[in-house]
């Protein structure tokens, strides 16, 4: 499915209110826009699952906003980067989040457990805007121009979060002996 | 270490943990909680029944219809067989290498 399909859907929604369009790009994008939350909640399932329907719920409200300059799943992303910043100041969610914390939802909510740990705890020793940059580089695929949109900083800002989180992340991988 | 095997090790490392989620009613329950909107894709249809009511009556009004089935009886079969066939054929070409087009793209 193209980006072409992605505008036909849009359009839908927007001009007609045609929710079964919106049902199409939820498919579409459910399973990155839930990984991506899936990853900066340190695997929390339920609350990655709950921000990815606030953000599908957004697009849907404001979707008569997208103008199509930059890609659908751009926007989206946008979006979801906004739900996850707000709903983090709300809840204060960064500060809560210790190892302990994040150990015991990786036991009981994440069905990749064993696998993810390596993730979270690599995740875990960058700045917040690090971990979205690098997410979104090396995860999710974006561009550099993209996730400067997505995270609406400047485009030199982006490549920063991306060269410091890559520095950090190869020293602890290289660290813990992975790829040996 | 080198940029490039730091890119490579970390492409490496996030392909590993990179797994599509199953939409498990996920889908369902936004389509559920979306709020109550007026769908307007019924208009499509009338716009449609409106177009095709227009060009029927002009069709009869200004005779086009008639002048249509005249010329149809004495058009030979086999043109009206061919023309048929023609449409559907370079459609489907047309579509075929657009098609191909596009999957050498992605």
Same mark, same amino acid.
């Given at each position: 499915m193209s980006n072409t399909d992605d505008i036909r859907w849009v359009t839908q929604v927007a001009l007609l209110g045609d929710k079964n369009a919106f049902d199409k790009l939820t498919c579409k994008y459910q399973s990155s826009i839930r990984r991506f939350f899936l990853n900066l909640t340190m695997g929390d399932g339920p609350l990655s699952d709950d921000l990815a329907q606030e953000t599908f719920i957004k697009a849907y409200l404001n979707i #008569? &906003?997208?103008?199509?300059? #930059?890609g659908f799943s751009t926007w989206l992303y946008r979006i979801a980067y906004n739900v996850f910043y707000d709903s983090a100041r709300a809840q204060k969610h960064y500060d809560d989040i210790d190892e302990l914390v994040i150990d015991n939802q990786h036991q009981?909510?994440? %069905?990749f457990s064993a696998e993810k740990m390596d993730i979270y705890k690599a995740l875990n020793i960058l700045r917040k805007e690090e971990q979205t940059a690098v997410l979104l580089f090396y995860? %999710? *695929?974006?561009t550099h121009k993209e996730i400067a949109k997505i995270m609406n900083c400047p485009l030199g800002t982006a490549k920063t979060y991306i060269l410091k989180g890559k520095e950090k992340l190869s020293v602890y991988l290289t660290k813990v002996g992975y790829g040996n | 270490m080198e940029t490039n095997e730091t890119n490579k090790m970390l492409k490496a490392f996030f392909n590993e943990q990179k797994h599509e989620i199953a939409d498990n009613g996920f889908s369902a329950k936004v389509m559920q909680k979306l709020?109550?909107? &007026? *769908?307007? #894709?019924w208009i499509v249809g009338v716009f449609a029944a409106i177009g095709m009511a227009i060009s029927i009556y002009l069709s009869i009004v200004l005779g086009l219809m008639q002048h249509a089935l005249i010329i149809m009886q004495h058009v030979p079969y086999y043109y009206l067989l061919s023309a048929v066939f023609f449409f559907p054929l370079v459609g489907s070409v047309f579509v075929f290498f657009r098609q191909d087009k596009h999957y050498r793209l992605i």
């Open positions: #008569s &906003a997208f103008k199509g300059i #930059s009981t909510l994440n %069905e995860m %999710e *695929d974006k | 709020p109550e909107q &007026a *769908d307007h #894709s």
